[in-house]
């Protein structure tokens, strides 16, 4: 399975932008995806998880509010909307797809995935 996250770029404060990730050579349709992030000098960070089915959506308390998962099983492809940008979310923005098959909870730990993306740069100027 290969993950492939774009949309990232420089934005403004207050300002909105979205990611997207498109899986390929794999299942994707049974999987809950996640999206993390890194900052300079930090470790990863969970930031967005939806089910395999779209039921379900969890949020880190940092985000809540201002950022909004959504998934197009169609188009292999899961979304980050991100808006009322702050500095503090200036990272590398990765997503990843679970290890489990429509996984019944949700997880927010890192080794609950199995493929990563590459990561795409989010900056935000003050």
């Known amino acids: 399975v290969q993950l492939q996250a774009f949309g990232g770029g420089l934005v403004q404060a207050g300002g909105s932008l979205r990611l997207s990730c498109v899986a390929s050579?794999?299942?994707?349709?049974?999987?809950?995806m996640g999206w993390f992030r890194q900052a300079p000098g930090k470790e990863r960070e969970f930031v967005a998880r939806?089910?395999?089915?779209?039921?379900?959506?969890y949020y880190a308390d940092s985000v809540k509010g201002r950022f909004t998962i959504s998934r197009d099983n169609a188009k292999n492809t899961v979304y980050l909307q991100m808006r009322s940008l702050k500095p503090e979310d200036t990272a590398i923005y990765y997503c990843?797809?679970?290890?489990?098959?429509?996984?019944?909870?949700?997880?927010?730990?890192?080794?609950?995935?199995?493929?990563w993306g590459q990561g795409t740069q989010v900056t935000v100027s003050s």
């Open positions: 939806m089910s395999w089915n779209g039921a379900s959506v």
């Open positions: 990843a797809r679970d290890r489990v098959p429509r996984r019944t909870y949700d997880s927010v730990t890192a080794s609950a995935y199995e493929y």
């Open positions: 050579g794999g299942v994707f349709s049974t999987y809950a």
